[in-house]
Nanobody
Framework: QVQLVESGGGLVQAGDSLRLSCAAS????????MGWFRQAPGKEREFVAY????????YYADSVKGRFTISRDNAQNTVYLRMNSLKPEDTAVYYC?????????????????WGQGTQVTVSS
């Protein structure tokens, strides 16, 4: 069992930066690949970024590539999402999720555990 708690969201202006954190409980964090998803009002939850168990490989949605960076610290049981050059269309609730699968997936069904989400609002 893994419990995930996100933090770091807030209200920022377009062009600003934020760093989201996701703290995981338990001693099995390094066994899970981690993903970040987001959900805007009236829209489906969408994939944002993914990082492998070791942190050696990362993958991004085209909409955030070059602006967002996912990273993890297995010693601290934490995964991060650094978001630069934020745009109003990045406004959403951001969720971290843990996957026991050994390959990258953009599907929410591939993730076993989810956090409660943190709100990011970007004003124009």
């Amino acid at each position: 069992q893994v419990q995930l708690v996100e933090s770091g969201g807030g209200l920022v202006q377009a062009g600003d930066s934020l760093r989201l954190s996701c703290a995981a409980s338990g001693r099995t964090f390094s066994r899970y690949a981690m993903g970040w998803f987001r959900q805007a009002p009236g829209k489906e939850r969408e994939f944002v970024a993914y990082i492998t168990r070791s942190g050696a490989n990362t993958y991004y949605a085209d909409s955030v590539k070059g602006r967002f960076t996912i990273s993890r610290d297995n010693a601290q049981n934490t995964v991060y999402l650094r978001m630069n050059s934020l745009k109003p269309e990045d406004t959403a609730v951001y969720y971290c999720a843990a996957s026991s699968l050994g390959f990258v997936s953009h599907s929410t069904a591939s993730y076993d555990y989810w956090g409660q989400g943190t709100q990011v609002t970007v004003s124009s």
